[in-house]
């Protein structure tokens, strides 16, 4: 399996350059967990159960993602900062169609 | 002052299983925790889902392993200060220590062990202008005395378990009870949200969806809250309390500043040894410490609980003698008389 790259802005505004694997069953919150691109303890926090919003992050690219199941749209709906381009990383699977993918980490809350 | 032999801070599965392991030692416990209940992630974030690396439970939800870790401790008689957070700690001439929380509570030990996993559990506060200023004046986000709603209008804001299930029970205490959400659709078990629609029918909810709550309006207190429902204009519903309801997120917060070495949110520990944090006689154990190679799993707090309590135990009774016995041989003996023990084989001839 190939690795993609994608781009992700932190939450002090730094841009990162970022080779994922996409044979790991990675998520988007994982990567930048695996890159440290958060604080620890900031990030993650449900673990990836669409259940605590600390994953928020805005797309910027116009990059085919998956379709938000219910769970992923209803915890946007109680999240704070929310945009038009709000996601949840940790439903956004490292898949080879998500090649360019560029996002914005969302404010700690 | 409440006084022990070991203080916890955090009763998650790691402070509570210290408890059984410090017992084995004769040695009491008491626990503080920010959260109204014990627990720690395992009742705060996912009581009703599965768990499936406790050893020798091939599948246990985490509220269940919470009830199970409670009732394995309750002959150690552990005491409990729920809802308040430690807040400052002050070693003592003699070695000791005295932690105080932010309710002001006293407790004096002469071990404390840290067990506050990912940070003590605090309300995710909506960014609402002057919210902070009607804190306990009618803005409250942790529930912890339905009888002060008794007779009152309250709103509440959020679209989770807990807003269903405050939403549900308040509305045979409060006069009036409003639920507010940005959508229609809501997060939670499906009991919940057929309940809530039971009682909208029967009038005794007022639900407003979708929309938001955008301003506070009072003086010193609460008196009503502005409300922007989607494509209307901005209006007022007349309260007494706004229950804001959007979850908790675990902060390190103060005891970042007990002069512990901390390392990506975390209390560097010596885990050769005994989980000891640069401060003797304070340990971190579970999620809250790291060391090279540390993982975040309950099974990792267990093991950290037991070690960290014999090392606690040299330290209080430097000059005893010591041997480890398993639970079977020694049975369990509680604070409480009770006594369990192995039943002793039949010795007796056959004819
Ligand atoms: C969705 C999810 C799924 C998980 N699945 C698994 C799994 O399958 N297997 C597994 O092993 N682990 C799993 N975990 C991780 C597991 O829950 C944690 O490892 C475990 O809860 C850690 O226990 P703990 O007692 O160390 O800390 P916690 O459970 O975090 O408890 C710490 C407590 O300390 C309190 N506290 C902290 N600081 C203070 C203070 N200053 N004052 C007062 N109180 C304070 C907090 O309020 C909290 O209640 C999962 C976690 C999540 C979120
Ligand atoms: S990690 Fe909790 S919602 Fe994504």
Redesign the pocket.
Known sequence: MQDINIKITDRNGVKHDIVAPTDMAMNLMEVVRSYELAEEGTIG???G?A?CASCQCYVNSDTELPAMTDDEDAMLAEAFDVEDNSRLGCQIQMTPEMEGLEVTLAPES | MITTDILI???????LFTIFEAGLLKLKCHL????PQPG???S???PK?P???IPAYPEIL?GDLTDKLIEQTKQFKPGFTLG???ETIDKQEDGSFIVTTNKGTKHHAKIVAI???????EPRKPKIESLEKFEDNGVEYIIKEPELYRDKKVVISGGGDSALDWAIFLSDVASEVTLIHRRNEFRGALDSVEKVQELKNAGKIRMITPAEVKGIVGDDKVTGVVVEKKGEDAFTVDTDHFIPLFGLS?KL???ANWGLEIEKNAIKVNNALDYQTNIPGIYA????NTYPGKL????C?FHEATLMCQSAYKRIFPDKKYVMKYTTVGGVEGFDGTKKEAPKAVVKAIE
Request: with cysteine.
């Open positions: 926090i449900c673990g159960m259940m | 801070i955090g009763a998650g599965p790691t402070g503080i925790d920010a959260l720690g992630q395992c705060e974030i996912y889902k768990i499936y690396d985490a308040e957070r430690a067990a506050g996993g990912l940070g003590s559990f675990p917060g103060p005891i154990i579970g999620d809250v975040k799993l309950i099974l707090g």
